[in-house]
């Protein structure tokens, strides 16, 4: 019998608030499922597309970009080139099949530990109806 889909799910968060937020829910005994590896950042603005891309060929299923909230960026408005950024990726990743909805973008302050779980768990469960990325890969 074959397993269920597991997706794969990288997330890219900023060091001081999303970081810290995914922090407090470990700290908090909080359960969102296990398949998300995080990448720590200085600043969710620092996450080029090309960082995204390049994700989904290794076989990533999903991306998650988490960063400060609007107005409280430690960098002043890296999350407003976040969000640049993440149109762009957007863009291309429906250009080429991925598909835009793979790739999340969302505010979570170091406080927001229950947020961080409740996050995660939503986008695997979207990722998990999705199916495999058709990008591929052996991730």
Not at 126 to 131: D, Q, S
């Amino acid at each position: 019998m074959k397993a269920p889909f597991e997706p794969k799910i990288l997330a890219f968060c900023c060091n001081w608030c999303a970081y810290s937020g995914a922090d407090l829910a470990g700290t908090s005994r909080l359960q969102y499922p296990p398949n998300v590896k995080i990448v720590r950042v200085m600043c969710s603005g620092r996450v080029d597309p090309g960082h995204i891309l390049r994700a989904f060929e290794t076989g990533v299923d999903g991306i998650l970009v988490a960063g400060c909230h609007p107005g409280d960026c430690h960098y002043i408005s890296g999350n407003e080139r976040a969000e640049e950024r993440i149109e762009t990726a957007k863009a291309v990743a429906e250009i080429i099949g991925i598909g835009e909805d793979r790739i999340r973008l969302e505010w979570i302050s170091a406080s927001e530990g229950l947020r961080f779980a409740e996050v995660i768990e939503d986008f695997i469960k979207e990722i998990r109806v999705k199916g495999p990325s058709p990008a591929g890969g052996d991730a």
